[in-house]
């Protein structure tokens, strides 16, 4: 059985393709700051989180181009932190939008990052 905001998951051992997250999911998120990053996590060649890496195009999330004072930077991220913190974006998010708390399945940030938390390993 399959819910209508998620998307089946592909079968076993298949390679998911790439994740792009919009703008408007990835402020749910908290990524950390640039300038605490690492070259290789402003560069998204590993995760932004935890600097597991180096990531794989076919299984990394794209969080987006991001400005800073510094510059541009591109970060990326695995799935399992991904997951993780779309959870707690979901868990912040959620009670505040009062488009949430009328009718969930109107809501873009609450749908994605629901598919988000979905789409991350399974135990």
Do not use: K, N
């Not at 919009?22 to 990053?37: I, K």
């Not at 060649?45 to 181009?65: H, K, S």
């Amino acid at each position: 059985m399959t819910h209508r905001t998620a998307a089946a998951p592909p079968p076993s051992g298949t390679p998911r393709a790439s994740l792009e997250v919009p703008a408007s999911v990835v402020a749910a998120l908290l990524l950390p700051a640039a300038a605490d990053a690492t070259e290789d996590q402003l560069r998204g060649a590993r995760c932004i989180w935890c600097e597991d890496g180096p990531l794989q195009a076919a299984t990394a999330v794209d969080l987006g181009e991001q400005r800073s004072p510094a510059g541009s930077w591109f970060p990326r991220a695995c799935q399992r932190c991904t997951a993780a913190w779309a959870h707690r974006g979901l868990f912040e998010h959620a009670p505040m939008c009062e488009q949430c708390t009328d009718d969930a399945s109107r809501c873009e940030v609450g749908l994605i990052l629901y598919r988000l938390i979905r789409q991350g390993p399974r135990p």
